[in-house]
């Protein structure tokens, strides 16, 4: 078998292994970078728990999950960044998700959500795209030969206390775009979109809400139009009235 035919093979096993609702929907769970017991994961996904241990099962031998036991309970992770930017990657060009139905909260939860949320380990959301979209503007990032941190961009980034010479050593690729869910523009993800979403929760400019959500704080608003060189009002989310975005 040629090159060619097997990395085919190989495509076409990892394209089947997410070809399936209940598998994929494990997957997307496991966006919150977080662990979750194979219990947690049968009831997000709907479905029994022997159901879910043969899905869970698949995906560790298929290299998407990792799983470690604590004694009797078993936890499931993505297998590290690269898969993370796979299942992002696919939602990304997955159809619109639809208007959130039914209660009041349901709705308010889809707009805390594609308002601003965790995708793995870095920023999403409408706020993460403005975020991007920012530091482009700025000049801290730079498109021009591919996109890269520029030295004025360095110099921002210590001042905020994001160090550099942890994210020029990364394995993961310094910066890249990935095609947010809901906004459906790119938001900032790699070692640096890692690294600026920790600063923001160390700061206290983002705090986690529910799930993935995260909400910007008075200060977290003020810091982020001075670094972006927006106003504060830019930045806030839109109306509870407003109650569109749908699933993260």
Known sequence: ?????????????????????????????????????????ARHAGVAPSTATDHLTRLVRGGLLAEERQGRHRYLRLAGPSVAQLIEDLAGHAPAPPRPAGSLRVAAAGTALAYARTCYDHLAGRLGVTLLDGLLRRGLLDRAGGLAVTPTGWDRLAALGVPAEPLRGARRPLVRDCLDWTERRPHLAGALGAALCRRLLDLGWIVPGAGRAVRLTPAGADGLAALLGVAPADLAPPPREATGGGRA
């Open 1 to 41: 078998m040629n090159a060619i035919a097997s990395a085919g093979r190989g495509m076409s096993a990892i394209a089947g292994l997410l070809a399936d609702d209940t598998r994929a929907a494990i997957c997307l769970a496991l966006l919150d970078g977080r662990a979750w017991t194979a219990g947690e994961l």
